[in-house]
């Protein structure tokens, strides 16, 4: 009878196993079939996006959420790697996802506690939490967690998932990511961390708020004397390693992070805006992140443009917009869109549009100079009252002093001194199509209304696109488009685009281009002054090398657009509301920024002159008649011009200099270089 019960206790133990084992083996098949057929879990995450300069130095980011910069284990120190499995999860290369031991202990602990109170997740299930679920202390989650770890494990190696563990890790400050961690605490790339570094990183995710060295440096410390006791325990340092990384101080450099982030906000601002176009175009969503794009932008321009605008700008709401770009190129080496992007984000680079003013003469005598006008054609001066609209409107334009020339004055020198009379004249032999036609081939995006006014300058336009007009003129008349972006690498190092060569087209001929660039030498230059003096003349003592360039004053706006051969920079200065510009510290600010910036962006360069191309010669003029200067002709100066128009006559010809006084129009040519190292 007893063996009888014996042999059926051992029957259903036996029944009971086999069920048990039947159970398990059900509920691990049929795991295996729900991951399979689930398949891999996805491991996308948000990343931010980095801007780097022309040199490729990062600048800024741009983040969903959550600061991350994704970087490979290769790209990693290796202490950091191994510091992160000595402290959190020393099986982890051992185990499929789960520390069966860990979560023993760790179940006896919370069964006592009568809570979720000690946690046991493997790496592997704390990047499944990172992911896909929060970190509420639940079994629920915990199950949840246990089931994404599985997929992970089955679907992916060891690497991929110690990788993606240690780009999602949170450090606080809002870093995500070992990356963004080793640049917030140490201003360096996560591989260059030292074993001291990386251990003080590996000791934060147990507690951010708690273990982060610039939250509490104490327990921080303490923290990080574990990690290293426990890397030299498992063998991944040395015991005197140990004692010298332990006996390091920490070196924090956070300050050097919050410095970064203020360079250049209106600029990148910009960069991003064009990058979601292109990106778009290319079919990729911008939001996914993780772009690396690498910019126009020449840190040492930028730096000097805002410490040039603090220091120069007066104490009041006066606001400004610079901007500075290549010639030859197009790529845009500075913005600055305001005095502060975090007080207003507007942009008065590229958003505000304002008159511009005679800094629009350029634009219209490029389409004279087009048109057969050259340097040395003259034009009486005298008031005009112009009518226009078949006679029903008239327009009485004067100078900036009130004062009228009393002879005729050549194309020079009515740039030089922005003379007004003559600029409506020329607009109205032109014509307002061929006016139209040039500042469209210069890039700007106007149409000028049939008025007078619009030679001076009444058409509202950006400083951007009018500093671009000015970069075509230095670039030789090309149809240079301004440049912000160089290339676009998406999180995998991918390039997804790289701009392409500038066009070869033009906007006006190489040779023209040429006259009008040594035309706006003569604002400089104080032999121009008669009636009118020279605009620039007052910035000539700053001025170490040639400068091409125009100002333009309403009574609201100040504008200042120049070059040298190799660097084009515009700035406006003015009121948001419109108001008018009274002080005579306003109205010089535009003058001394520009000046300030040009001489220290060329500083220790040496000194280019604008070279003439092929089919421009120079000639000694004089000024008052267009004839070639000989002894008595008291206002010299050297100026370039086309050879077909070469004066044929001395400047002490009778009949030329009657001609001159007559007013009678003629075309000449002339182009110029301000003082003596022009010559």
């Known amino acids: 009878m007893k063996k009888t019960r014996r042999k059926a206790r051992y029957r259903f133990a036996g029944l009971l196993t086999?069920?048990?084992?039947?159970?398990?083996?059900?509920?691990?098949?049929?795991?295996?079939?729900?991951?399979?057929?689930?398949?891999?879990?996805?491991?996308?995450?948000?990343?931010?996006?980095?801007?780097?300069?022309?040199?490729?130095?990062?600048?800024?980011?741009?983040?969903?959420?959550?600061?991350?910069?994704?970087?490979?284990?290769?790209?990693?120190?290796?202490?950091?790697?191994?510091?992160?499995?000595?402290?959190?999860?020393?099986?982890?290369?051992?185990?499929?996802?789960?520390?069966?031991?860990?979560?023993?202990?760790?179940?006896?602990?919370?069964?006592?506690?009568?809570?979720?109170?000690?946690?046991?997740?493997?790496?592997?299930?704390?990047?499944?939490?990172?992911?896909y679920l929060t970190n509420e202390k639940s079994w629920t989650r915990k199950a949840n967690e246990a089931l994404y770890a599985y997929r992970m494990e089955l679907f992916y190696d060891k690497e991929r998932i110690l990788e993606g563990y240690l780009n999602t890790v949170y450090f606080g400050?809002?870093?995500?990511?070992?990356?963004?961690?080793?640049?917030?605490?140490?201003?360096?790339?996560?591989?260059?961390?030292?074993?001291?570094?990386?251990?003080?990183?590996?000791?934060?995710?147990?507690?951010?708020?708690?273990?982060?060295?610039?939250?509490?440096?104490?327990?921080?410390?303490?923290?990080?004397?574990?990690?290293?006791?426990?890397?030299?325990?498992?063998?991944?340092?040395?015991?005197?390693?140990?004692?010298?990384?332990?006996?390091?101080?920490?070196?924090?450099?956070?300050?050097?992070?919050?410095?970064?982030?203020?360079?250049?906000?209106?600029?990148?601002?910009?960069?991003?805006?064009?990058?979601?176009?292109?990106?778009?175009?290319?079919?990729?969503?911008?939001?996914?992140?993780?772009?690396?794009?690498?910019?126009?932008?020449?840190?040492?321009?930028?730096?000097?443009?805002?410490?040039?605008?603090?220091?120069?700008?007066?104490?009041?709401?006066?606001?400004?917009?610079?901007?500075?770009?290549?010639?030859?190129?197009?790529?845009?080496?500075?913005?600055?869109?305001?005095?502060?992007?975090?007080?207003?984000?507007?942009?008065?680079?590229?958003?505000?549009?304002?008159?511009?003013?005679?800094?629009?003469?350029?634009?219209?005598?490029?389409?004279?100079?087009?048109?057969?006008?050259?340097?040395?054609?003259?034009?009486?001066?005298?008031?005009?009252?112009?009518?226009?609209?078949?006679?029903?409107?008239?327009?009485?334009?004067?100078?900036?002093?009130?004062?009228?020339?009393?002879?005729?004055?050549?194309?020079?020198?009515?740039l030089a001194v922005s003379d007004n009379i003559y600029a409506v004249k020329t607009l109205e032999e032109i014509g307002y199509r061929k006016y139209n036609s040039m500042a469209e081939k210069l890039g700007i995006q106007v149409k000028f209304p049939e008025s007078p006014a619009v030679a001076l300058g009444t058409s509202a336009v950006t400083l951007f696109e009018m500093t671009g007009a000015y970069n075509r003129v230095a670039s030789g008349g090309r149809k240079i488009d301004p440049v912000l972006i160089l290339s676009i690498e998406d999180s995998r190092g991918k390039l997804v685009y790289e701009h392409p060569e500038q066009t070869k087209k033009r906007a006006m001929t190489e040779e023209n281009a040429f006259v009008l660039t040594h035309l706006m030498t003569g604002m400089f230059d104080p032999v121009f002054n008669d009636y009118l003096t020279a605009t620039g003349v007052s910035m000539r003592a700053s001025q170490t090398r040639p400068y091409a360039a125009k100002s333009g004053t309403t009574l609201s706006d100040q504008y200042l657009i120049g070059y040298s051969p190799t660097l084009t920079a515009g700035i406006w200065t003015g009121y948001d509301v419109g108001r008018q510009i009274e002080e005579a510290e306003d109205k010089a600010a535009s003058k001394r920024i520009w000046i300030d910036f040009m001489e220290s962006a060329h500083s220790g360069l040496r000194p280019e002159p604008f070279l003439p191309p092929h089919g421009v010669k120079g000639v000694t003029v004089d000024i008052e008649t267009g004839g070639i200067a000989v002894e008595g002709c008291a206002k010299q100066r050297l100026v370039y011009l086309k050879e077909r128009d070469v004066p044929k006559q001395l400047c002490t010809d009778k009949t030329l200099r009657e001609t001159r006084l007559q007013g009678t129009k003629e075309k000449k040519g002339f182009d110029l270089f301000p003082f003596s190292f022009f010559e």
Not at 321 to 326: A, D, H, L, R
Request: charged residues 25%; aromatic residues 10%.
């Open 18 to 131: 086999i069920t048990g084992f039947t159970a398990v083996l059900t509920v691990l098949i049929c795991l295996r079939v729900y991951a399979q057929i689930a398949g891999p879990p996805s491991l996308s995450v948000p990343e931010a996006t980095v801007f780097i300069d022309r040199n490729d130095h990062q600048i800024g980011d741009r983040f969903s959420g959550e600061r991350r910069y994704w970087v490979g284990l290769d790209e990693m120190s290796p202490f950091l790697v191994d510091a992160f499995v000595a402290v959190e999860d020393k099986n982890f290369y051992k185990h499929g996802g789960f520390d069966y031991k860990r979560i023993a202990g760790a179940v006896l602990k919370d069964v006592k506690a009568g809570r979720k109170a000690e946690g046991a997740s493997t790496i592997t299930q704390q990047y499944a939490r990172n992911l």
């Open 173 to 414: 400050h809002g870093m995500y990511g070992v990356e963004a961690a080793s640049r917030y605490f140490f201003a360096k790339p996560a591989g260059e961390l030292t074993l001291e570094e990386a251990a003080a990183i590996a000791a934060i995710p147990k507690g951010p708020s708690i273990y982060s060295p610039a939250a509490n440096k104490e327990k921080a410390e303490n923290r990080r004397q574990i990690v290293l006791r426990l890397m030299a325990e498992q063998g991944f340092i040395s015991p005197d390693q140990r004692e010298r990384a332990g006996g390091q101080q920490l070196v924090l450099k956070t300050e050097e992070w919050s410095d970064q982030k203020d360079i250049a906000p209106y600029f990148l601002n910009e960069v991003w805006q064009d990058a979601e176009k292109i990106l778009v175009g290319k079919g990729r969503y911008p939001a996914e992140g993780g772009w690396t794009i690498k910019t126009t932008l020449d840190l040492a321009h930028q730096q000097k443009a805002e410490e040039i605008i603090a220091d120069r700008m007066p104490d009041n709401d006066l606001q400004i917009g610079f901007v500075s770009m290549k010639p030859d190129t197009g790529e845009v080496t500075a913005m600055v869109g305001g005095r502060s992007f975090a007080d207003s984000p507007f942009n008065r680079v590229t958003q505000a549009k304002r008159q511009p003013g005679s800094a629009m003469k350029p634009i219209l005598y490029a389409a004279a100079l087009e048109d057969g006008f050259n340097p040395l054609t003259f034009i009486s001066t005298e008031k005009t009252i112009f009518t226009y609209d078949d006679g029903r409107s008239s327009y009485e334009p004067s100078n900036v002093n009130g004062k009228f020339g009393d002879h005729p004055i050549s194309l020079a020198q009515a």
